[in-house]
């Protein structure tokens, strides 16, 4: 029986290779990777030099700050951006719809800004040629097209019942072409797979918690499964049918289904189930809720006037100013910890919402291969929702631990006692700036992406073996004519 695949696979690739309508689809496919590359590695660089120059001169910007108030440091804030993963020049995902910069100041959580969409034309609706989506969704098109007809031909022209009398049963033949066209997407996935590493070769500097390397490794093995899936399908309807015409319609239905249809509509219902509120209505709620706490730069105010009672009671003083430390800042401090509680529960909420949008398209992964490959493929390139609420998460707990430390600061350095006319006023040194520091952007790790995607990695390696399945049961059904 191996002989019989290895002589059948053969064939295979020998009658297709030879076919001139290949040379053509291949040198398309060349230009369509060298564009995406190209494109890509340029994205990479302009976008990932500019967040570097900006993030360096907001923390110019931040040292450069006189001797001042540490509160009026806390509100001059800084920015946070965004460092592309090496491997984004691979598969884009969600880039250019997420933002890339957030503005840093105390007791306000601003959004990410400045997402590729917000400056682009409408055109970036109909999508962006990646490596990644020309492996997606071109490459199974181009395989449908070259397998479709493998067996149907066969039975069409009396060639399968010769083959079929000399020995060789629907296994091997479906085995054997299944095997050839696996093969020939291998060549297909070769120079896509050169180009990444190149790009990647190109990059001065890859950053160590990225994993580059691991991640590649990763990509090229689901690539393969994923290849390997789209070959036995081809080649398992092509020998179900029985015509190449009835073949070509069943495999583009197929493709259309997976490829526009499934993902489009579990969106849609994905949204519908579980509406996420607009920014308008998530900051107003955010708004009542601190607004229902108190307002902290009110020393009058009901929470926090009941507060300072309790302090002064457990200092045992009378007033702030016997204080051992800056009320102030204290109160600044209390204000911004209740503050962003509030915004984290409501951001949580809202993240439980995303959650189970997301699910729906998660779960579909099992009906849908495509939709698990995307996403594992977005997640190990550093492009998906996740990393961008990675981003997200970190940035803000950066912007908690400033406005925290200027409190903490204003409560050991400035007095209780205001200044009069001709005093000094309350200031600290600009050391404590420059010592304070920057924020750095970090990748997320192998482990929490796989955690992440527990539910597509099942469904997909479910899909994997269910092409050998598939192999059988379309051997022992399939009929010769």
């Not at 479709?148 to 083959?163: M, P, S, Y």
């Not at 099992?366 to 594992?376: A, Q, T």
Request: proline share 4%; net charge positive; hydrophobic share 45%.
């Amino acid at each position: 029986m191996k002989n019989q695949i290895k002589i059948i696979a053969g064939h295979f690739l020998k009658t297709t290779i030879r076919s001139k309508a290949l040379v053509a689809i291949y040198i398309v496919w060349l230009l369509l990777v060298v564009y995406a590359a190209f494109t890509g590695y340029k994205t990479y660089t302009t976008q990932n030099a500019l967040r570097l120059q900006f993030q360096q001169q907001a923390r110019q910007s931040w040292e450069a700050n006189p001797d001042k108030h540490p509160h009026r440091m806390a509100h001059f804030g800084t920015f946070a951006f965004r460092i592309k993963h090496p491997l984004s020049v691979f598969d884009y995902g969600m880039e250019s719809y997420t933002g890339n910069a957030v503005y840093l100041e105390a007791h306000k959580q601003n959004t990410v800004n400045f997402s590729e969409a917000g400056f682009s034309t409408g055109l970036l609706r109909f999508g962006e040629i990646s490596p990644a989506m020309l492996i997606q969704m071109l490459l199974p098109l181009i395989l449908f097209f070259l397998g479709f007809n493998t067996v149907a031909q066969q039975r069409e022209n009396g060639t399968l019942k010769i083959l079929l009398s000399q020995g060789a049963g629907f296994r091997s033949i479906i085995w054997g072409n299944s095997l050839g066209l696996f093969t020939l997407s291998v060549l297909f996935l070769l120079p896509v797979a050169l180009a990444t590493v190149f790009l990647l070769y190109l990059q001065p500097l890859l950053p160590a918690d990225g994993l580059v390397s691991l991640r590649s490794i990763y990509l090229l093995l689901i690539c393969l499964a994923y290849l390997w899936l789209v070959s036995t399908v081809a080649i398992c309807i092509s020998a179900s049918s029985n015509s190449g015409r009835a073949a070509l319609l069943k495999l583009l239905g197929i493709w259309l289904v997976m490829a526009v249809v499934l993902p489009k509509t579990l969106q849609s219902i994905g949204s519908a189930l579980h509406p996420a509120p607009g920014k308008i209505e998530f900051d107003t709620a955010v708004e009542e809720d601190i607004l229902k706490i108190g307002n902290s730069h009110n020393p009058n105010d009901p929470h926090f006037k009941r507060l300072r009672d309790s302090v002064l009671k457990a200092n045992g003083v009378d007033s702030v100013s016997q204080l051992p430390f800056n009320y102030g800042g204290f109160q600044m401090r209390e204000g911004e910890r209740l503050s962003a509680e509030v915004y984290n529960n409501h951001l949580q909420q809202l993240y439980n919402l995303y959650e189970k949008q997301n699910n729906i398209s998660n779960y579909s992964a099992f009906i849908d291969p495509l939709i698990g490959i995307k996403n594992i493929s977005m997640a190990l390139s550093g492009t998906d929702f996740k990393a961008y609420r990675y981003f997200q998460d970190n940035a803000e707990a950066y912007r908690y631990f400033l406005a925290q430390t200027m409190n903490e600061l204003q409560m050991e350095h400035i007095s209780n006692v205001k200044p009069a006319h001709d005093d000094k006023p309350q200031i600290i040194g600009r050391e404590h700036w420059r010592e304070f520091p920057d924020f750095k952007y970090t990748h997320q790790s192998l482990i929490s992406i796989a955690q992440q995607q527990q539910l597509t990695i099942m469904a997909l390696l479910v899909w994997f073996f269910l092409s050998f399945a598939l192999i059988y049961f379309i051997a022992e059904t399939a009929k010769a004519l």
